[in-house]
């Protein structure tokens, strides 16, 4: 049965999955393969599906989002796609190191904002952040993204209060703390 609606599904968008309005056959072959728990193949569908200049390109785009923001890494991209990405970033230049604790001061009443992609606390996601984790590890050996607990406690250990966490849902998050005026 699943060979003969994958074959189905994939006559059906060689004929008519580049029509502006196939919106409806690609959400149905999505949907069909999440519900086989074939969360890779319904990477590969989004892939091919935002290629193609459909009447719901955004929704699409959402959905894709949504689709790598909320399942594991692992899941949803292919063992050579990860491969390939660490090869793609190669080696730092030669003497660029990352700390593995940065050195954070402010002055009295001052305060730090760290502009970063921030990891949920359970370290689950969002995927975009894993990959970011992923290259700064190809490229430093030993750089990572942090949770937001993780800059919580960072942070407060140097002294710092009010730490404030923001997450954006976009490229970039925030953590914003203030020294105490002593």
Request: without cysteine.
């Amino acid at each position: 049965m699943h060979i003969g609606l994958f074959s189905l599904f994939e006559r059906a968008i060689s004929a008519a999955g580049e029509d502006f309005r196939s919106d409806k056959l690609w959400d149905a072959y999505i949907e069909w393969e999440k519900a086989q728990k074939q969360l890779q193949k319904v990477t590969a569908l989004y892939d091919r599906v935002l290629t193609v200049p459909t009447q719901n390109y955004s929704k699409h785009w959402k959905k894709f989002q949504d689709h790598v923001n909320t399942n594991p890494l692992e899941d949803v991209l292919m063992a050579e796609e990860l491969l390939k990405l660490k090869a793609e970033v190669g080696a730092a230049p030669p003497g660029f190191t990352v700390e593995s604790e940065p050195a954070i001061d402010a002055p009295p009443g001052g305060a730090v904002l760290v502009v970063e992609a921030i990891l949920n606390d359970d370290k689950n996601g969002p995927v975009r952040v894993h990959l970011e984790s992923l290259v700064m590890l190809a490229a430093t050996g030993d750089g990572r993204e942090r949770s937001g607990k993780e800059y919580t406690e960072l942070l407060m250990k140097h002294g710092f209060v009010d730490v404030e966490v923001y997450r954006e849902g976009t490229l970039l998050d925030g953590v914003l703390a203030r020294k105490p005026m002593n």
